[in-house]
């Protein structure tokens, strides 16, 4: 089977590239996730999101993808969350990890197919660390074990930085560790046991755990090998951590770690990126109690995967209508029952065209999105005029199962089947320039708690005010 080709913009060439598997029809995907040290909020979910829906369409259009995600739950941030609760990190971690999980589940996206954790991978992280200082890239010093940055000529090609412009700062290390290295400009692979961290783990260099930096270069070894298809996460990781995994990996491997780099814009709320450390945060289970789980999905469709996305009451009131129009569309076709169906009509298999072709182009979503609305707007006009669209009803639905929807054609029901029957009156009044009716349908919608709004896509149904 010939696959479509497909195009994505590759943050480390700067452009697109054609996706190209190692083995024919097979994909892999590598994704850092969460550190476990509190519960993930809205930012954290959108790269979750967006590699689920990813993946959901590689395997549309004939790939045998694999997923794989990770836990940190060896880090700095969970020994400080800890010490401030007063309880063990580790438990912190467990607990946190599961809550990752339920929240994540609430997507109903599926499980990535594998999630590795730090914890897990002790052992490849040791023989990693390993292969670097025998390589002359990375040196002991007290317990602790640094990556020598400038060991690494081609460092700084990710995130476009020149040596002569970084600071020691820019590595995230702590200044307490400035002391024990040969350059300021070199990052933590091993940390020696320091008083207050209550887990290390043995080593050839002392008790101690890894830094963040090469736990993801050892897990995505481990998972998926090397020169592997995809690598992503937000556009936060560039620099220092995913530049760091690649000098990490091709010194020690002298091999590329993946093909296509992609990088997901980050959630803005108010000027400032969505972060913990900023204290504006939303976690992902309130959102998903406040909005429902089909509107956040819809926020996350409506933006290309690369540019920020604002998330507002307002954005999130947006998607909601956005919603409101796919579920009552659904509950038309299944109104007009015979007039969708037969062969699919050109109009429609244009527009099925159109939505893959925009997710075959740098899997853009937003663009995708427009063209569900399309055929949403076409489908009211031709069916709410009692006019066939043929194949309207199964292309609909191979759209939402792309979007990660599918599960809306289960909430028709919640808008009454009686103010369904007066918005499908109003129109048929309107068509036959009955006006009077359609007056009167609307005040009766307005007495049901119902307000009629028309949209470019077809009126829907808002809750009055």
Known sequence: MTTPSIRLHDSL??????????????????????????????GNARPYVMFALFKRFLEHEGYDVTLVENITDINDKIYAAAREQGVASEALAREMTALYRADTDRLA????????????????????????????HAYASQGDVYFSVRSFQEYGKLS???????????????????????????????KAHKPGEDTAWESPWGRGRPGWHIECSAM???????????????????????????????????????????HNGMI???????????????????????HGRDALIVFFLGGHYRQPLAFSDERMEEATQALRRLIEFDRLLGRSGALA????????????????????????????????????????????GKEPLPGAAAAFADMLQLLGLER??????????????????????????????????????????????????????????
């Open 160 to 190: 476009n930085r020149r040596l002569e412009d970084l600071a020691p700062q820019d590595q995230g290390e702590p200044e307490g560790e400035q002391a024990l290295k040969r350059d300021p400009l070199d990052f933590a692979l091993w």
């Open 341 to 384: 169906a037969g062969d699919e009509a050109p109009e429609v298999a244009a527009l099925r065209d159109e939505f893959l072709a925009a997710l075959r182009d740098d899997f853009n979503t937003a663009r995708a999105l427009a063209a569900l609305f399309k055929l949403v707007g076409e489908g009211n006009r031709r069916l709410g």
């Open 220 to 262: 995505a070894e481990k998972m998926l090998g090397l020169d592997f298809e995809v690598h992503g996460g937000g556009s936060d990781l560039v620099f220092p951590h995913h530049e760091n995994e690649i000098a990490q990996t091709e010194a020690a491997r002298g091999e590329t770690l993946a093909r296509i780099w992609m």
């Open 268 to 290: 803005r709320f108010g000027e400032e990126k969505m972060a913990k450390s900023v204290g504006n945060v939303t976690t992902l289970a309130d959102a998903l109690d406040r």
């Open 408 to 465: 809306l054609q289960d909430r028709s029901e919640e808008i009454d089947e009686d103010a369904l029957r007066l918005l499908g009156e109003r129109e048929d009044a309107r068509l036959s320039r009955d006006y009077g009716r359609a007056d009167q349908a609307r005040a009766e919608l307005k007495a049901r708690g119902w307000e009629v709004r028309d949209t470019p896509e077809g009126p829907v149904l808002v809750p009055a005010e």
């Open 109 to 136: 996206l599926g499980r990535p197919d594998r999630e590795p954790l730090a914890t897990e991978t002790l052992a490849e992280i040791v023989a990693l660390i390993e292969a670097l200082i025998e390589g002359g």
């Open 13 to 42: 060439s700067g452009g697109r590239r054609e996706l190209e598997p190692r083995e024919p029809g097979k994909i892999g995907i590598y994704v850092c996730g969460p550190t476990v040290y509190s519960r993930i909020h809205v």
